[in-house]
């Protein structure tokens, strides 16, 4: 592993302007210590003469709305246009003059990117470069060049850096091939979105595979899902770039897809596409004032696992995010205790001496808590619960029925925060950042139980709605690491994911999914379940339901009102 690496890319566009996601996913890169050395412009800016006749003749009128719309009225913010040789000169010369404040000018940062201009050669769909053309881009002696431009490229020009030619297609290959990038996912719902970073090879989106994402689709709104596609996948060559630094090569998969490839829709589709973009906002502010979460705490001792015991909350409350941590004294089962009333949960917890029959809050703040991580070191129950809007995560110790503050070990809106003391000595935060809800899995490290707390070299370690925010602590389970994780694929809190951590260090994170947990059917509540722990003896876990309640109206409609 050598961290100080140099690792040189370029640039493929069609012109000076990008879409501002492509923009900022260089912009990444350099901030990063990545260097940028040669932009490849494509020069070819003539266009074939067509008559007047021969438009209006071959004019793809089965497409006209989609081009209409797609012209003039879809404006996603990630895909407005910048002028990428401005933006590039000027960060740069923000970046001289910060550095010449801090009198570390490197040749690096003095070193403008070399500019290349090439006219392709046409053969059919593709486009070729010459071998002139391929020996100077070989000259540069480049890591890799990320495509922003000239379409469909094929021939030796794919082997002229080191590890190829890079390339997004923001979808799941394996699903849908072509595009546009997320519109088929929400016009035949399904589920999940994927990303790809691949290298590209002579064949269309069949390229060998560099990193996925995946992404709940958001059926409610096109604009708003194809926006967070792009934005949230601007780390992925950053991310390629860390992990070659690391294991000193890349490993890619070899995609097989058989998938259909697609093309923009014609007109049925179009009409199609503005009747469901009013339907399902209908159908998305229905659910959310008049279908809501109601949550459980169940239980059961690992001796008996078929009899499972469930909590009393009252009809306007709900419990979940169960932990259960046991010492000399007693079994406690703490819980989030939700108030559809007041707005906002507390924590509570339950006693075995007391058969789990009496709940005891244990928190009045005027902020929100839930999911609360407990845990035991050196003799003493501590306790980590989320408080994201307190913008910190803070560290407590369980004393006398009460959390008592103990530090604040790092700052930021957080959710769902569990550590893991590894074997290695160090502490391994486990989180998500609030704004990404359920598709981010951060880690941070330390040395010591209340920090400092260092982001992990190659932060988020996993984007995946289905098994990325975490649902428990972390367990031992015949001497493998388990990492439960939330399945938020279809709804919030869908299922549970069971993952064998692989490898864990400061410098990687590699885990596999080994098995899914549903709640029962025969289960009052058995639409979702989110959270699962043990102490060895007994198992917690919650499970929901939908129903709806004037009081849980209320507040849906208190927080869509606090929200504007």
Known sequence: MDLNRTIRFGVMLDGDAVEQWQ???????????????????????????????????HYPYRQVLFRIWHRYFFKPEAKQQTNFME???????????????????????????????????????????????????????????LRFGFDIIRGEVLNSARYGVWSYHHDDERVVRGGPPGFWEFMKKIPSNGVILQQLTDELDKGLILKRLKFDTVLHSYKFHLNRLLTESEFLPLQVCKELIVNG????????????????????????????????????????????????????????????????????????????????????????????????????????????????????????????????????????????????????????????????????????????????????????????????????????????YRPHFNNPVKVDCSNSRMAGKIQNIDGELVRPAQNSTRHYGESITLNKIIQLSEYQYIEETIKEIKPNPKWTYNKGTHTINSDGTMTVFDAKKFTFTWRGFMQQWRQKVASR
Not at 382 to 403: G, M, Q, R
Request: proline letters at 5%; aromatic letters at 16%; one cysteine or more.
């Open 23 to 57: 923009f900022d996913t260089v912009k990444l890169l350099i901030d990063n210590g990545i260097e940028l050395s040669l932009i490849i412009k494509n020069g070819d800016e003539s266009k074939p003469y067509k008559s007047f006749g021969d438009k209006v003749l």
């Open 87 to 145: 933006e590039i000169s000027r960060f740069r010369s923000a970046t001289l003059e910060m550095t010449r404040e801090e009198s570390v000018i490197s040749t690096e940062v003095e070193k403008s990117p070399a500019l290349m201009t090439v006219i392709p050669i046409y053969k059919g769909i593709s486009r070729y470069f010459s071998s002139d053309d391929i020996e100077k881009i070989k000259s540069f002696d480049l890591d890799f060049i």
């Open 249 to 452: 090569k890349l490993e890619p998969e070899l995609s097989q897809s058989k998938a259909p490839i697609m093309h923009p829709p014609r007109n049925f589709m179009m009409l199609k596409y503005f009747w469901l973009c009013i339907w399902r906002k209908v159908v998305f502010h229905w659910n959310y004032y008049f279908r809501q979460e109601d949550w459980n705490v169940g239980y059961y001792f690992n001796t008996n696992p078929d009899k499972i015991h469930w909590l009393k909350p009252s009809k306007s409350d709900y419990f979940a995010d169960p932990f259960v941590i046991s010492n000399d004294k007693d079994t406690y089962l703490f819980f989030e205790w939700f108030s559809n009333k007041k707005g906002k949960a507390d924590l509570a917890v339950a006693k075995k001496f007391e058969n789990f029959d009496v709940y005891h809050k244990i928190t009045d703040y005027p902020e929100h808590r839930s999911y609360p991580y407990v845990f035991d070191y050196q003799g003493q129950i501590y306790c980590i619960p989320e408080a994201n809007k307190t913008n910190k995560v803070s560290l407590y110790k369980f004393e006398n029925d009460k959390l008592v503050f103990d530090c604040d070990i790092l700052d930021g809106r957080f959710v769902d925060t569990t550590l893991h003391h590894h074997s290695d000595g160090k502490w391994y935060l486990f989180t998500t950042p609030q704004a990404q809800g359920h598709t981010h899995l951060l880690i941070f490290v330390a040395d010591d139980l209340r920090g400092p």
